[in-house]
């Protein structure tokens, strides 16, 4: 009897794939691959049950022989191991970034004479509601505050980038590249002071209020499902801060990164030339400490960042805030720094992980942009945030359209670099 593979990464069987496995077993023996978590999140989305239960799920499934772990998206393992006759899959994957992956499975099919069948996907309301279903279980607060400890866990480094807007929010969790036969997108988002005060026109001196930034948080929470690191600032008074905890805790958000520093707030890349003032490491652990005791669950994470190299104080006073910090009870430690050359970041991230193998290290290389993620991870980063980058790229753009329509008295000169508004509403789910 003839093999025929075909793989799930769903949680929940809907027609659509038993309209495969049907066509699957009119062809032979019917094994379906399991994406495993870590194939998962690069391909498509964050399961929202185990691994163990999907493999379960895909078992009981009337017309399957067998189940096997699949851990490769281009699907190099399972092909070597099962050597299918035929692999089927919904003809969904015939556009866009999975084209690359559709195309690399036919080539280790012909290798051996194997064959590539793509049945028509199936569109039904149905399947709509489902799918529908399965985004908003993702976007529920008790499961998008647990991700991004389970990204920590089961990624290399944990890609964020800054959203400070719904339509932002959309675009972060929407980008999908195609690059060298593999699928990549981020993990998460970053909801920074600095952007969320520029998109309000206000200066990032923690003017705009917690209830407008919770309003931010609303509007990129509403469309998206990917988990959220909040950038808190100094945290506020500690009396203020456990609320703030609480309050984060409750809307799903993952993670608040409080920085060492107090008085009134100046961005830190200014560094010595302006006056600013770090928090004491008694200071700030007094701080950290009440922020853990008023969270209810274990998901949220509390992340201190640390100023010593922005305010030139040195490697030494780095660490030993570091590990206090820890100490106290931080769940990760963030360092920064201004230099062009990330010299000074990797040597903190190595003599902190010859002390401490798993506390989490989050970097921002905003100034330090030459050093790739996998360089990162090697000296023990385990996030890189990239906090302003769709805010940067965003205002010469659009300043740039505004002073050819004022220089022309028309719009026909910039539109050949503007995106077409039907493929912005495309970027919008209907209900």
Not at 41 to 70: A, C, H, M, W
Request: hydrophobic share 40%; charged share 30%; glycine share 6%.
């Amino acid at each position: 009897m003839k093999t025929v593979y075909t793989c799930f990464c769903t949680d929940v069987i809907h027609d659509g794939h038993l309209n495969i496995i049907k066509e699957a077993h009119k062809r032979g023996k019917v094994i379906v691959g399991c994406l495993s978590d870590e194939a998962s999140i690069r391909y498509n989305k964050f399961p929202t049950i185990s691994q163990d239960e999907r493999v379960k799920l895909y078992r009981g499934i009337d017309g399957v022989e067998d189940v096997v772990i699949q851990n490769d998206m281009l699907y190099n393992d399972v092909i070597t191991l099962v050597q299918p006759d035929y692999v089927i899959h919904g003809d969904n994957w015939l556009e866009g970034p999975e084209r690359a992956i559709r195309d690399h499975v036919e080539e280790l099919l012909e290798s051996y004479g194997g064959e590539l069948i793509d049945i028509p996907y199936t569109y039904s309301e149905k399947v709509k509601k489902i799918d529908m279903q399965l985004r908003e279980r993702l976007a529920m607060p008790e499961y998008r505050r647990k991700c991004l400890r389970q990204l920590i866990s089961m990624t290399p480094i944990v890609k964020v980038m800054e959203a400070h807007s719904g339509l932002t929010g959309l675009i972060v969790e929407k980008t999908v590249v195609e690059h060298e036969g593999k699928l990549d997108q981020f993990d998460a988002m970053w909801v920074s002071s600095l952007c969320d005060s520029t998109a309000k026109g206000k200066p990032d001196i923690e003017l705009v209020d917690m209830t407008s930034r919770f309003r931010t948080i609303d509007d990129i929470m509403e469309v998206t499902t990917k988990p959220i690191i909040f950038d808190g600032d100094t945290g506020g008074l500690t009396e203020h801060f456990v609320y703030t905890v609480r309050s984060l805790e409750r809307m799903g958000v993952s993670a608040i990164i409080i920085e060492d520093k107090k008085g009134l707030k100046k961005n830190s890349l200014f560094g010595t030339e302006v006056e600013q003032t770090q928090a004491t490491i008694e200071e700030m652990s007094v701080k950290i400490a009440a922020g853990k005791k008023a969270q209810l669950t274990d998901d949220f994470m509390i992340i201190a960042r640390i100023e010593s190299l922005i305010l030139e104080r040195g490697m030494d006073d780095a660490l030993e805030r570091a590990f206090a910090f820890v100490k106290a009870g931080a769940d990760g430690i963030m360092i920064h720094s201004r230099k062009k050359d990330p010299a000074e970041i990797v040597e903190f991230c190595d003599k902190f992980r010859e002390e401490d193998k798993t506390t989490p290290i989050v970097v921002v290389p905003s100034s330090f942009n030459t050093i790739t993620e996998d360089e990162l991870a090697s000296h023990g980063v385990n996030i890189v945030i990239y906090a302003n980058q769709l805010t940067r790229s965003a205002f010469p753009a659009m300043q740039k359209t505004a002073e050819d329509i004022l220089k022309f008295h028309r719009a026909k000169e910039v539109d050949d670099r503007l995106m077409p508004i039907k493929q912005i509403i495309t970027l919008i789910d209907e209900l």
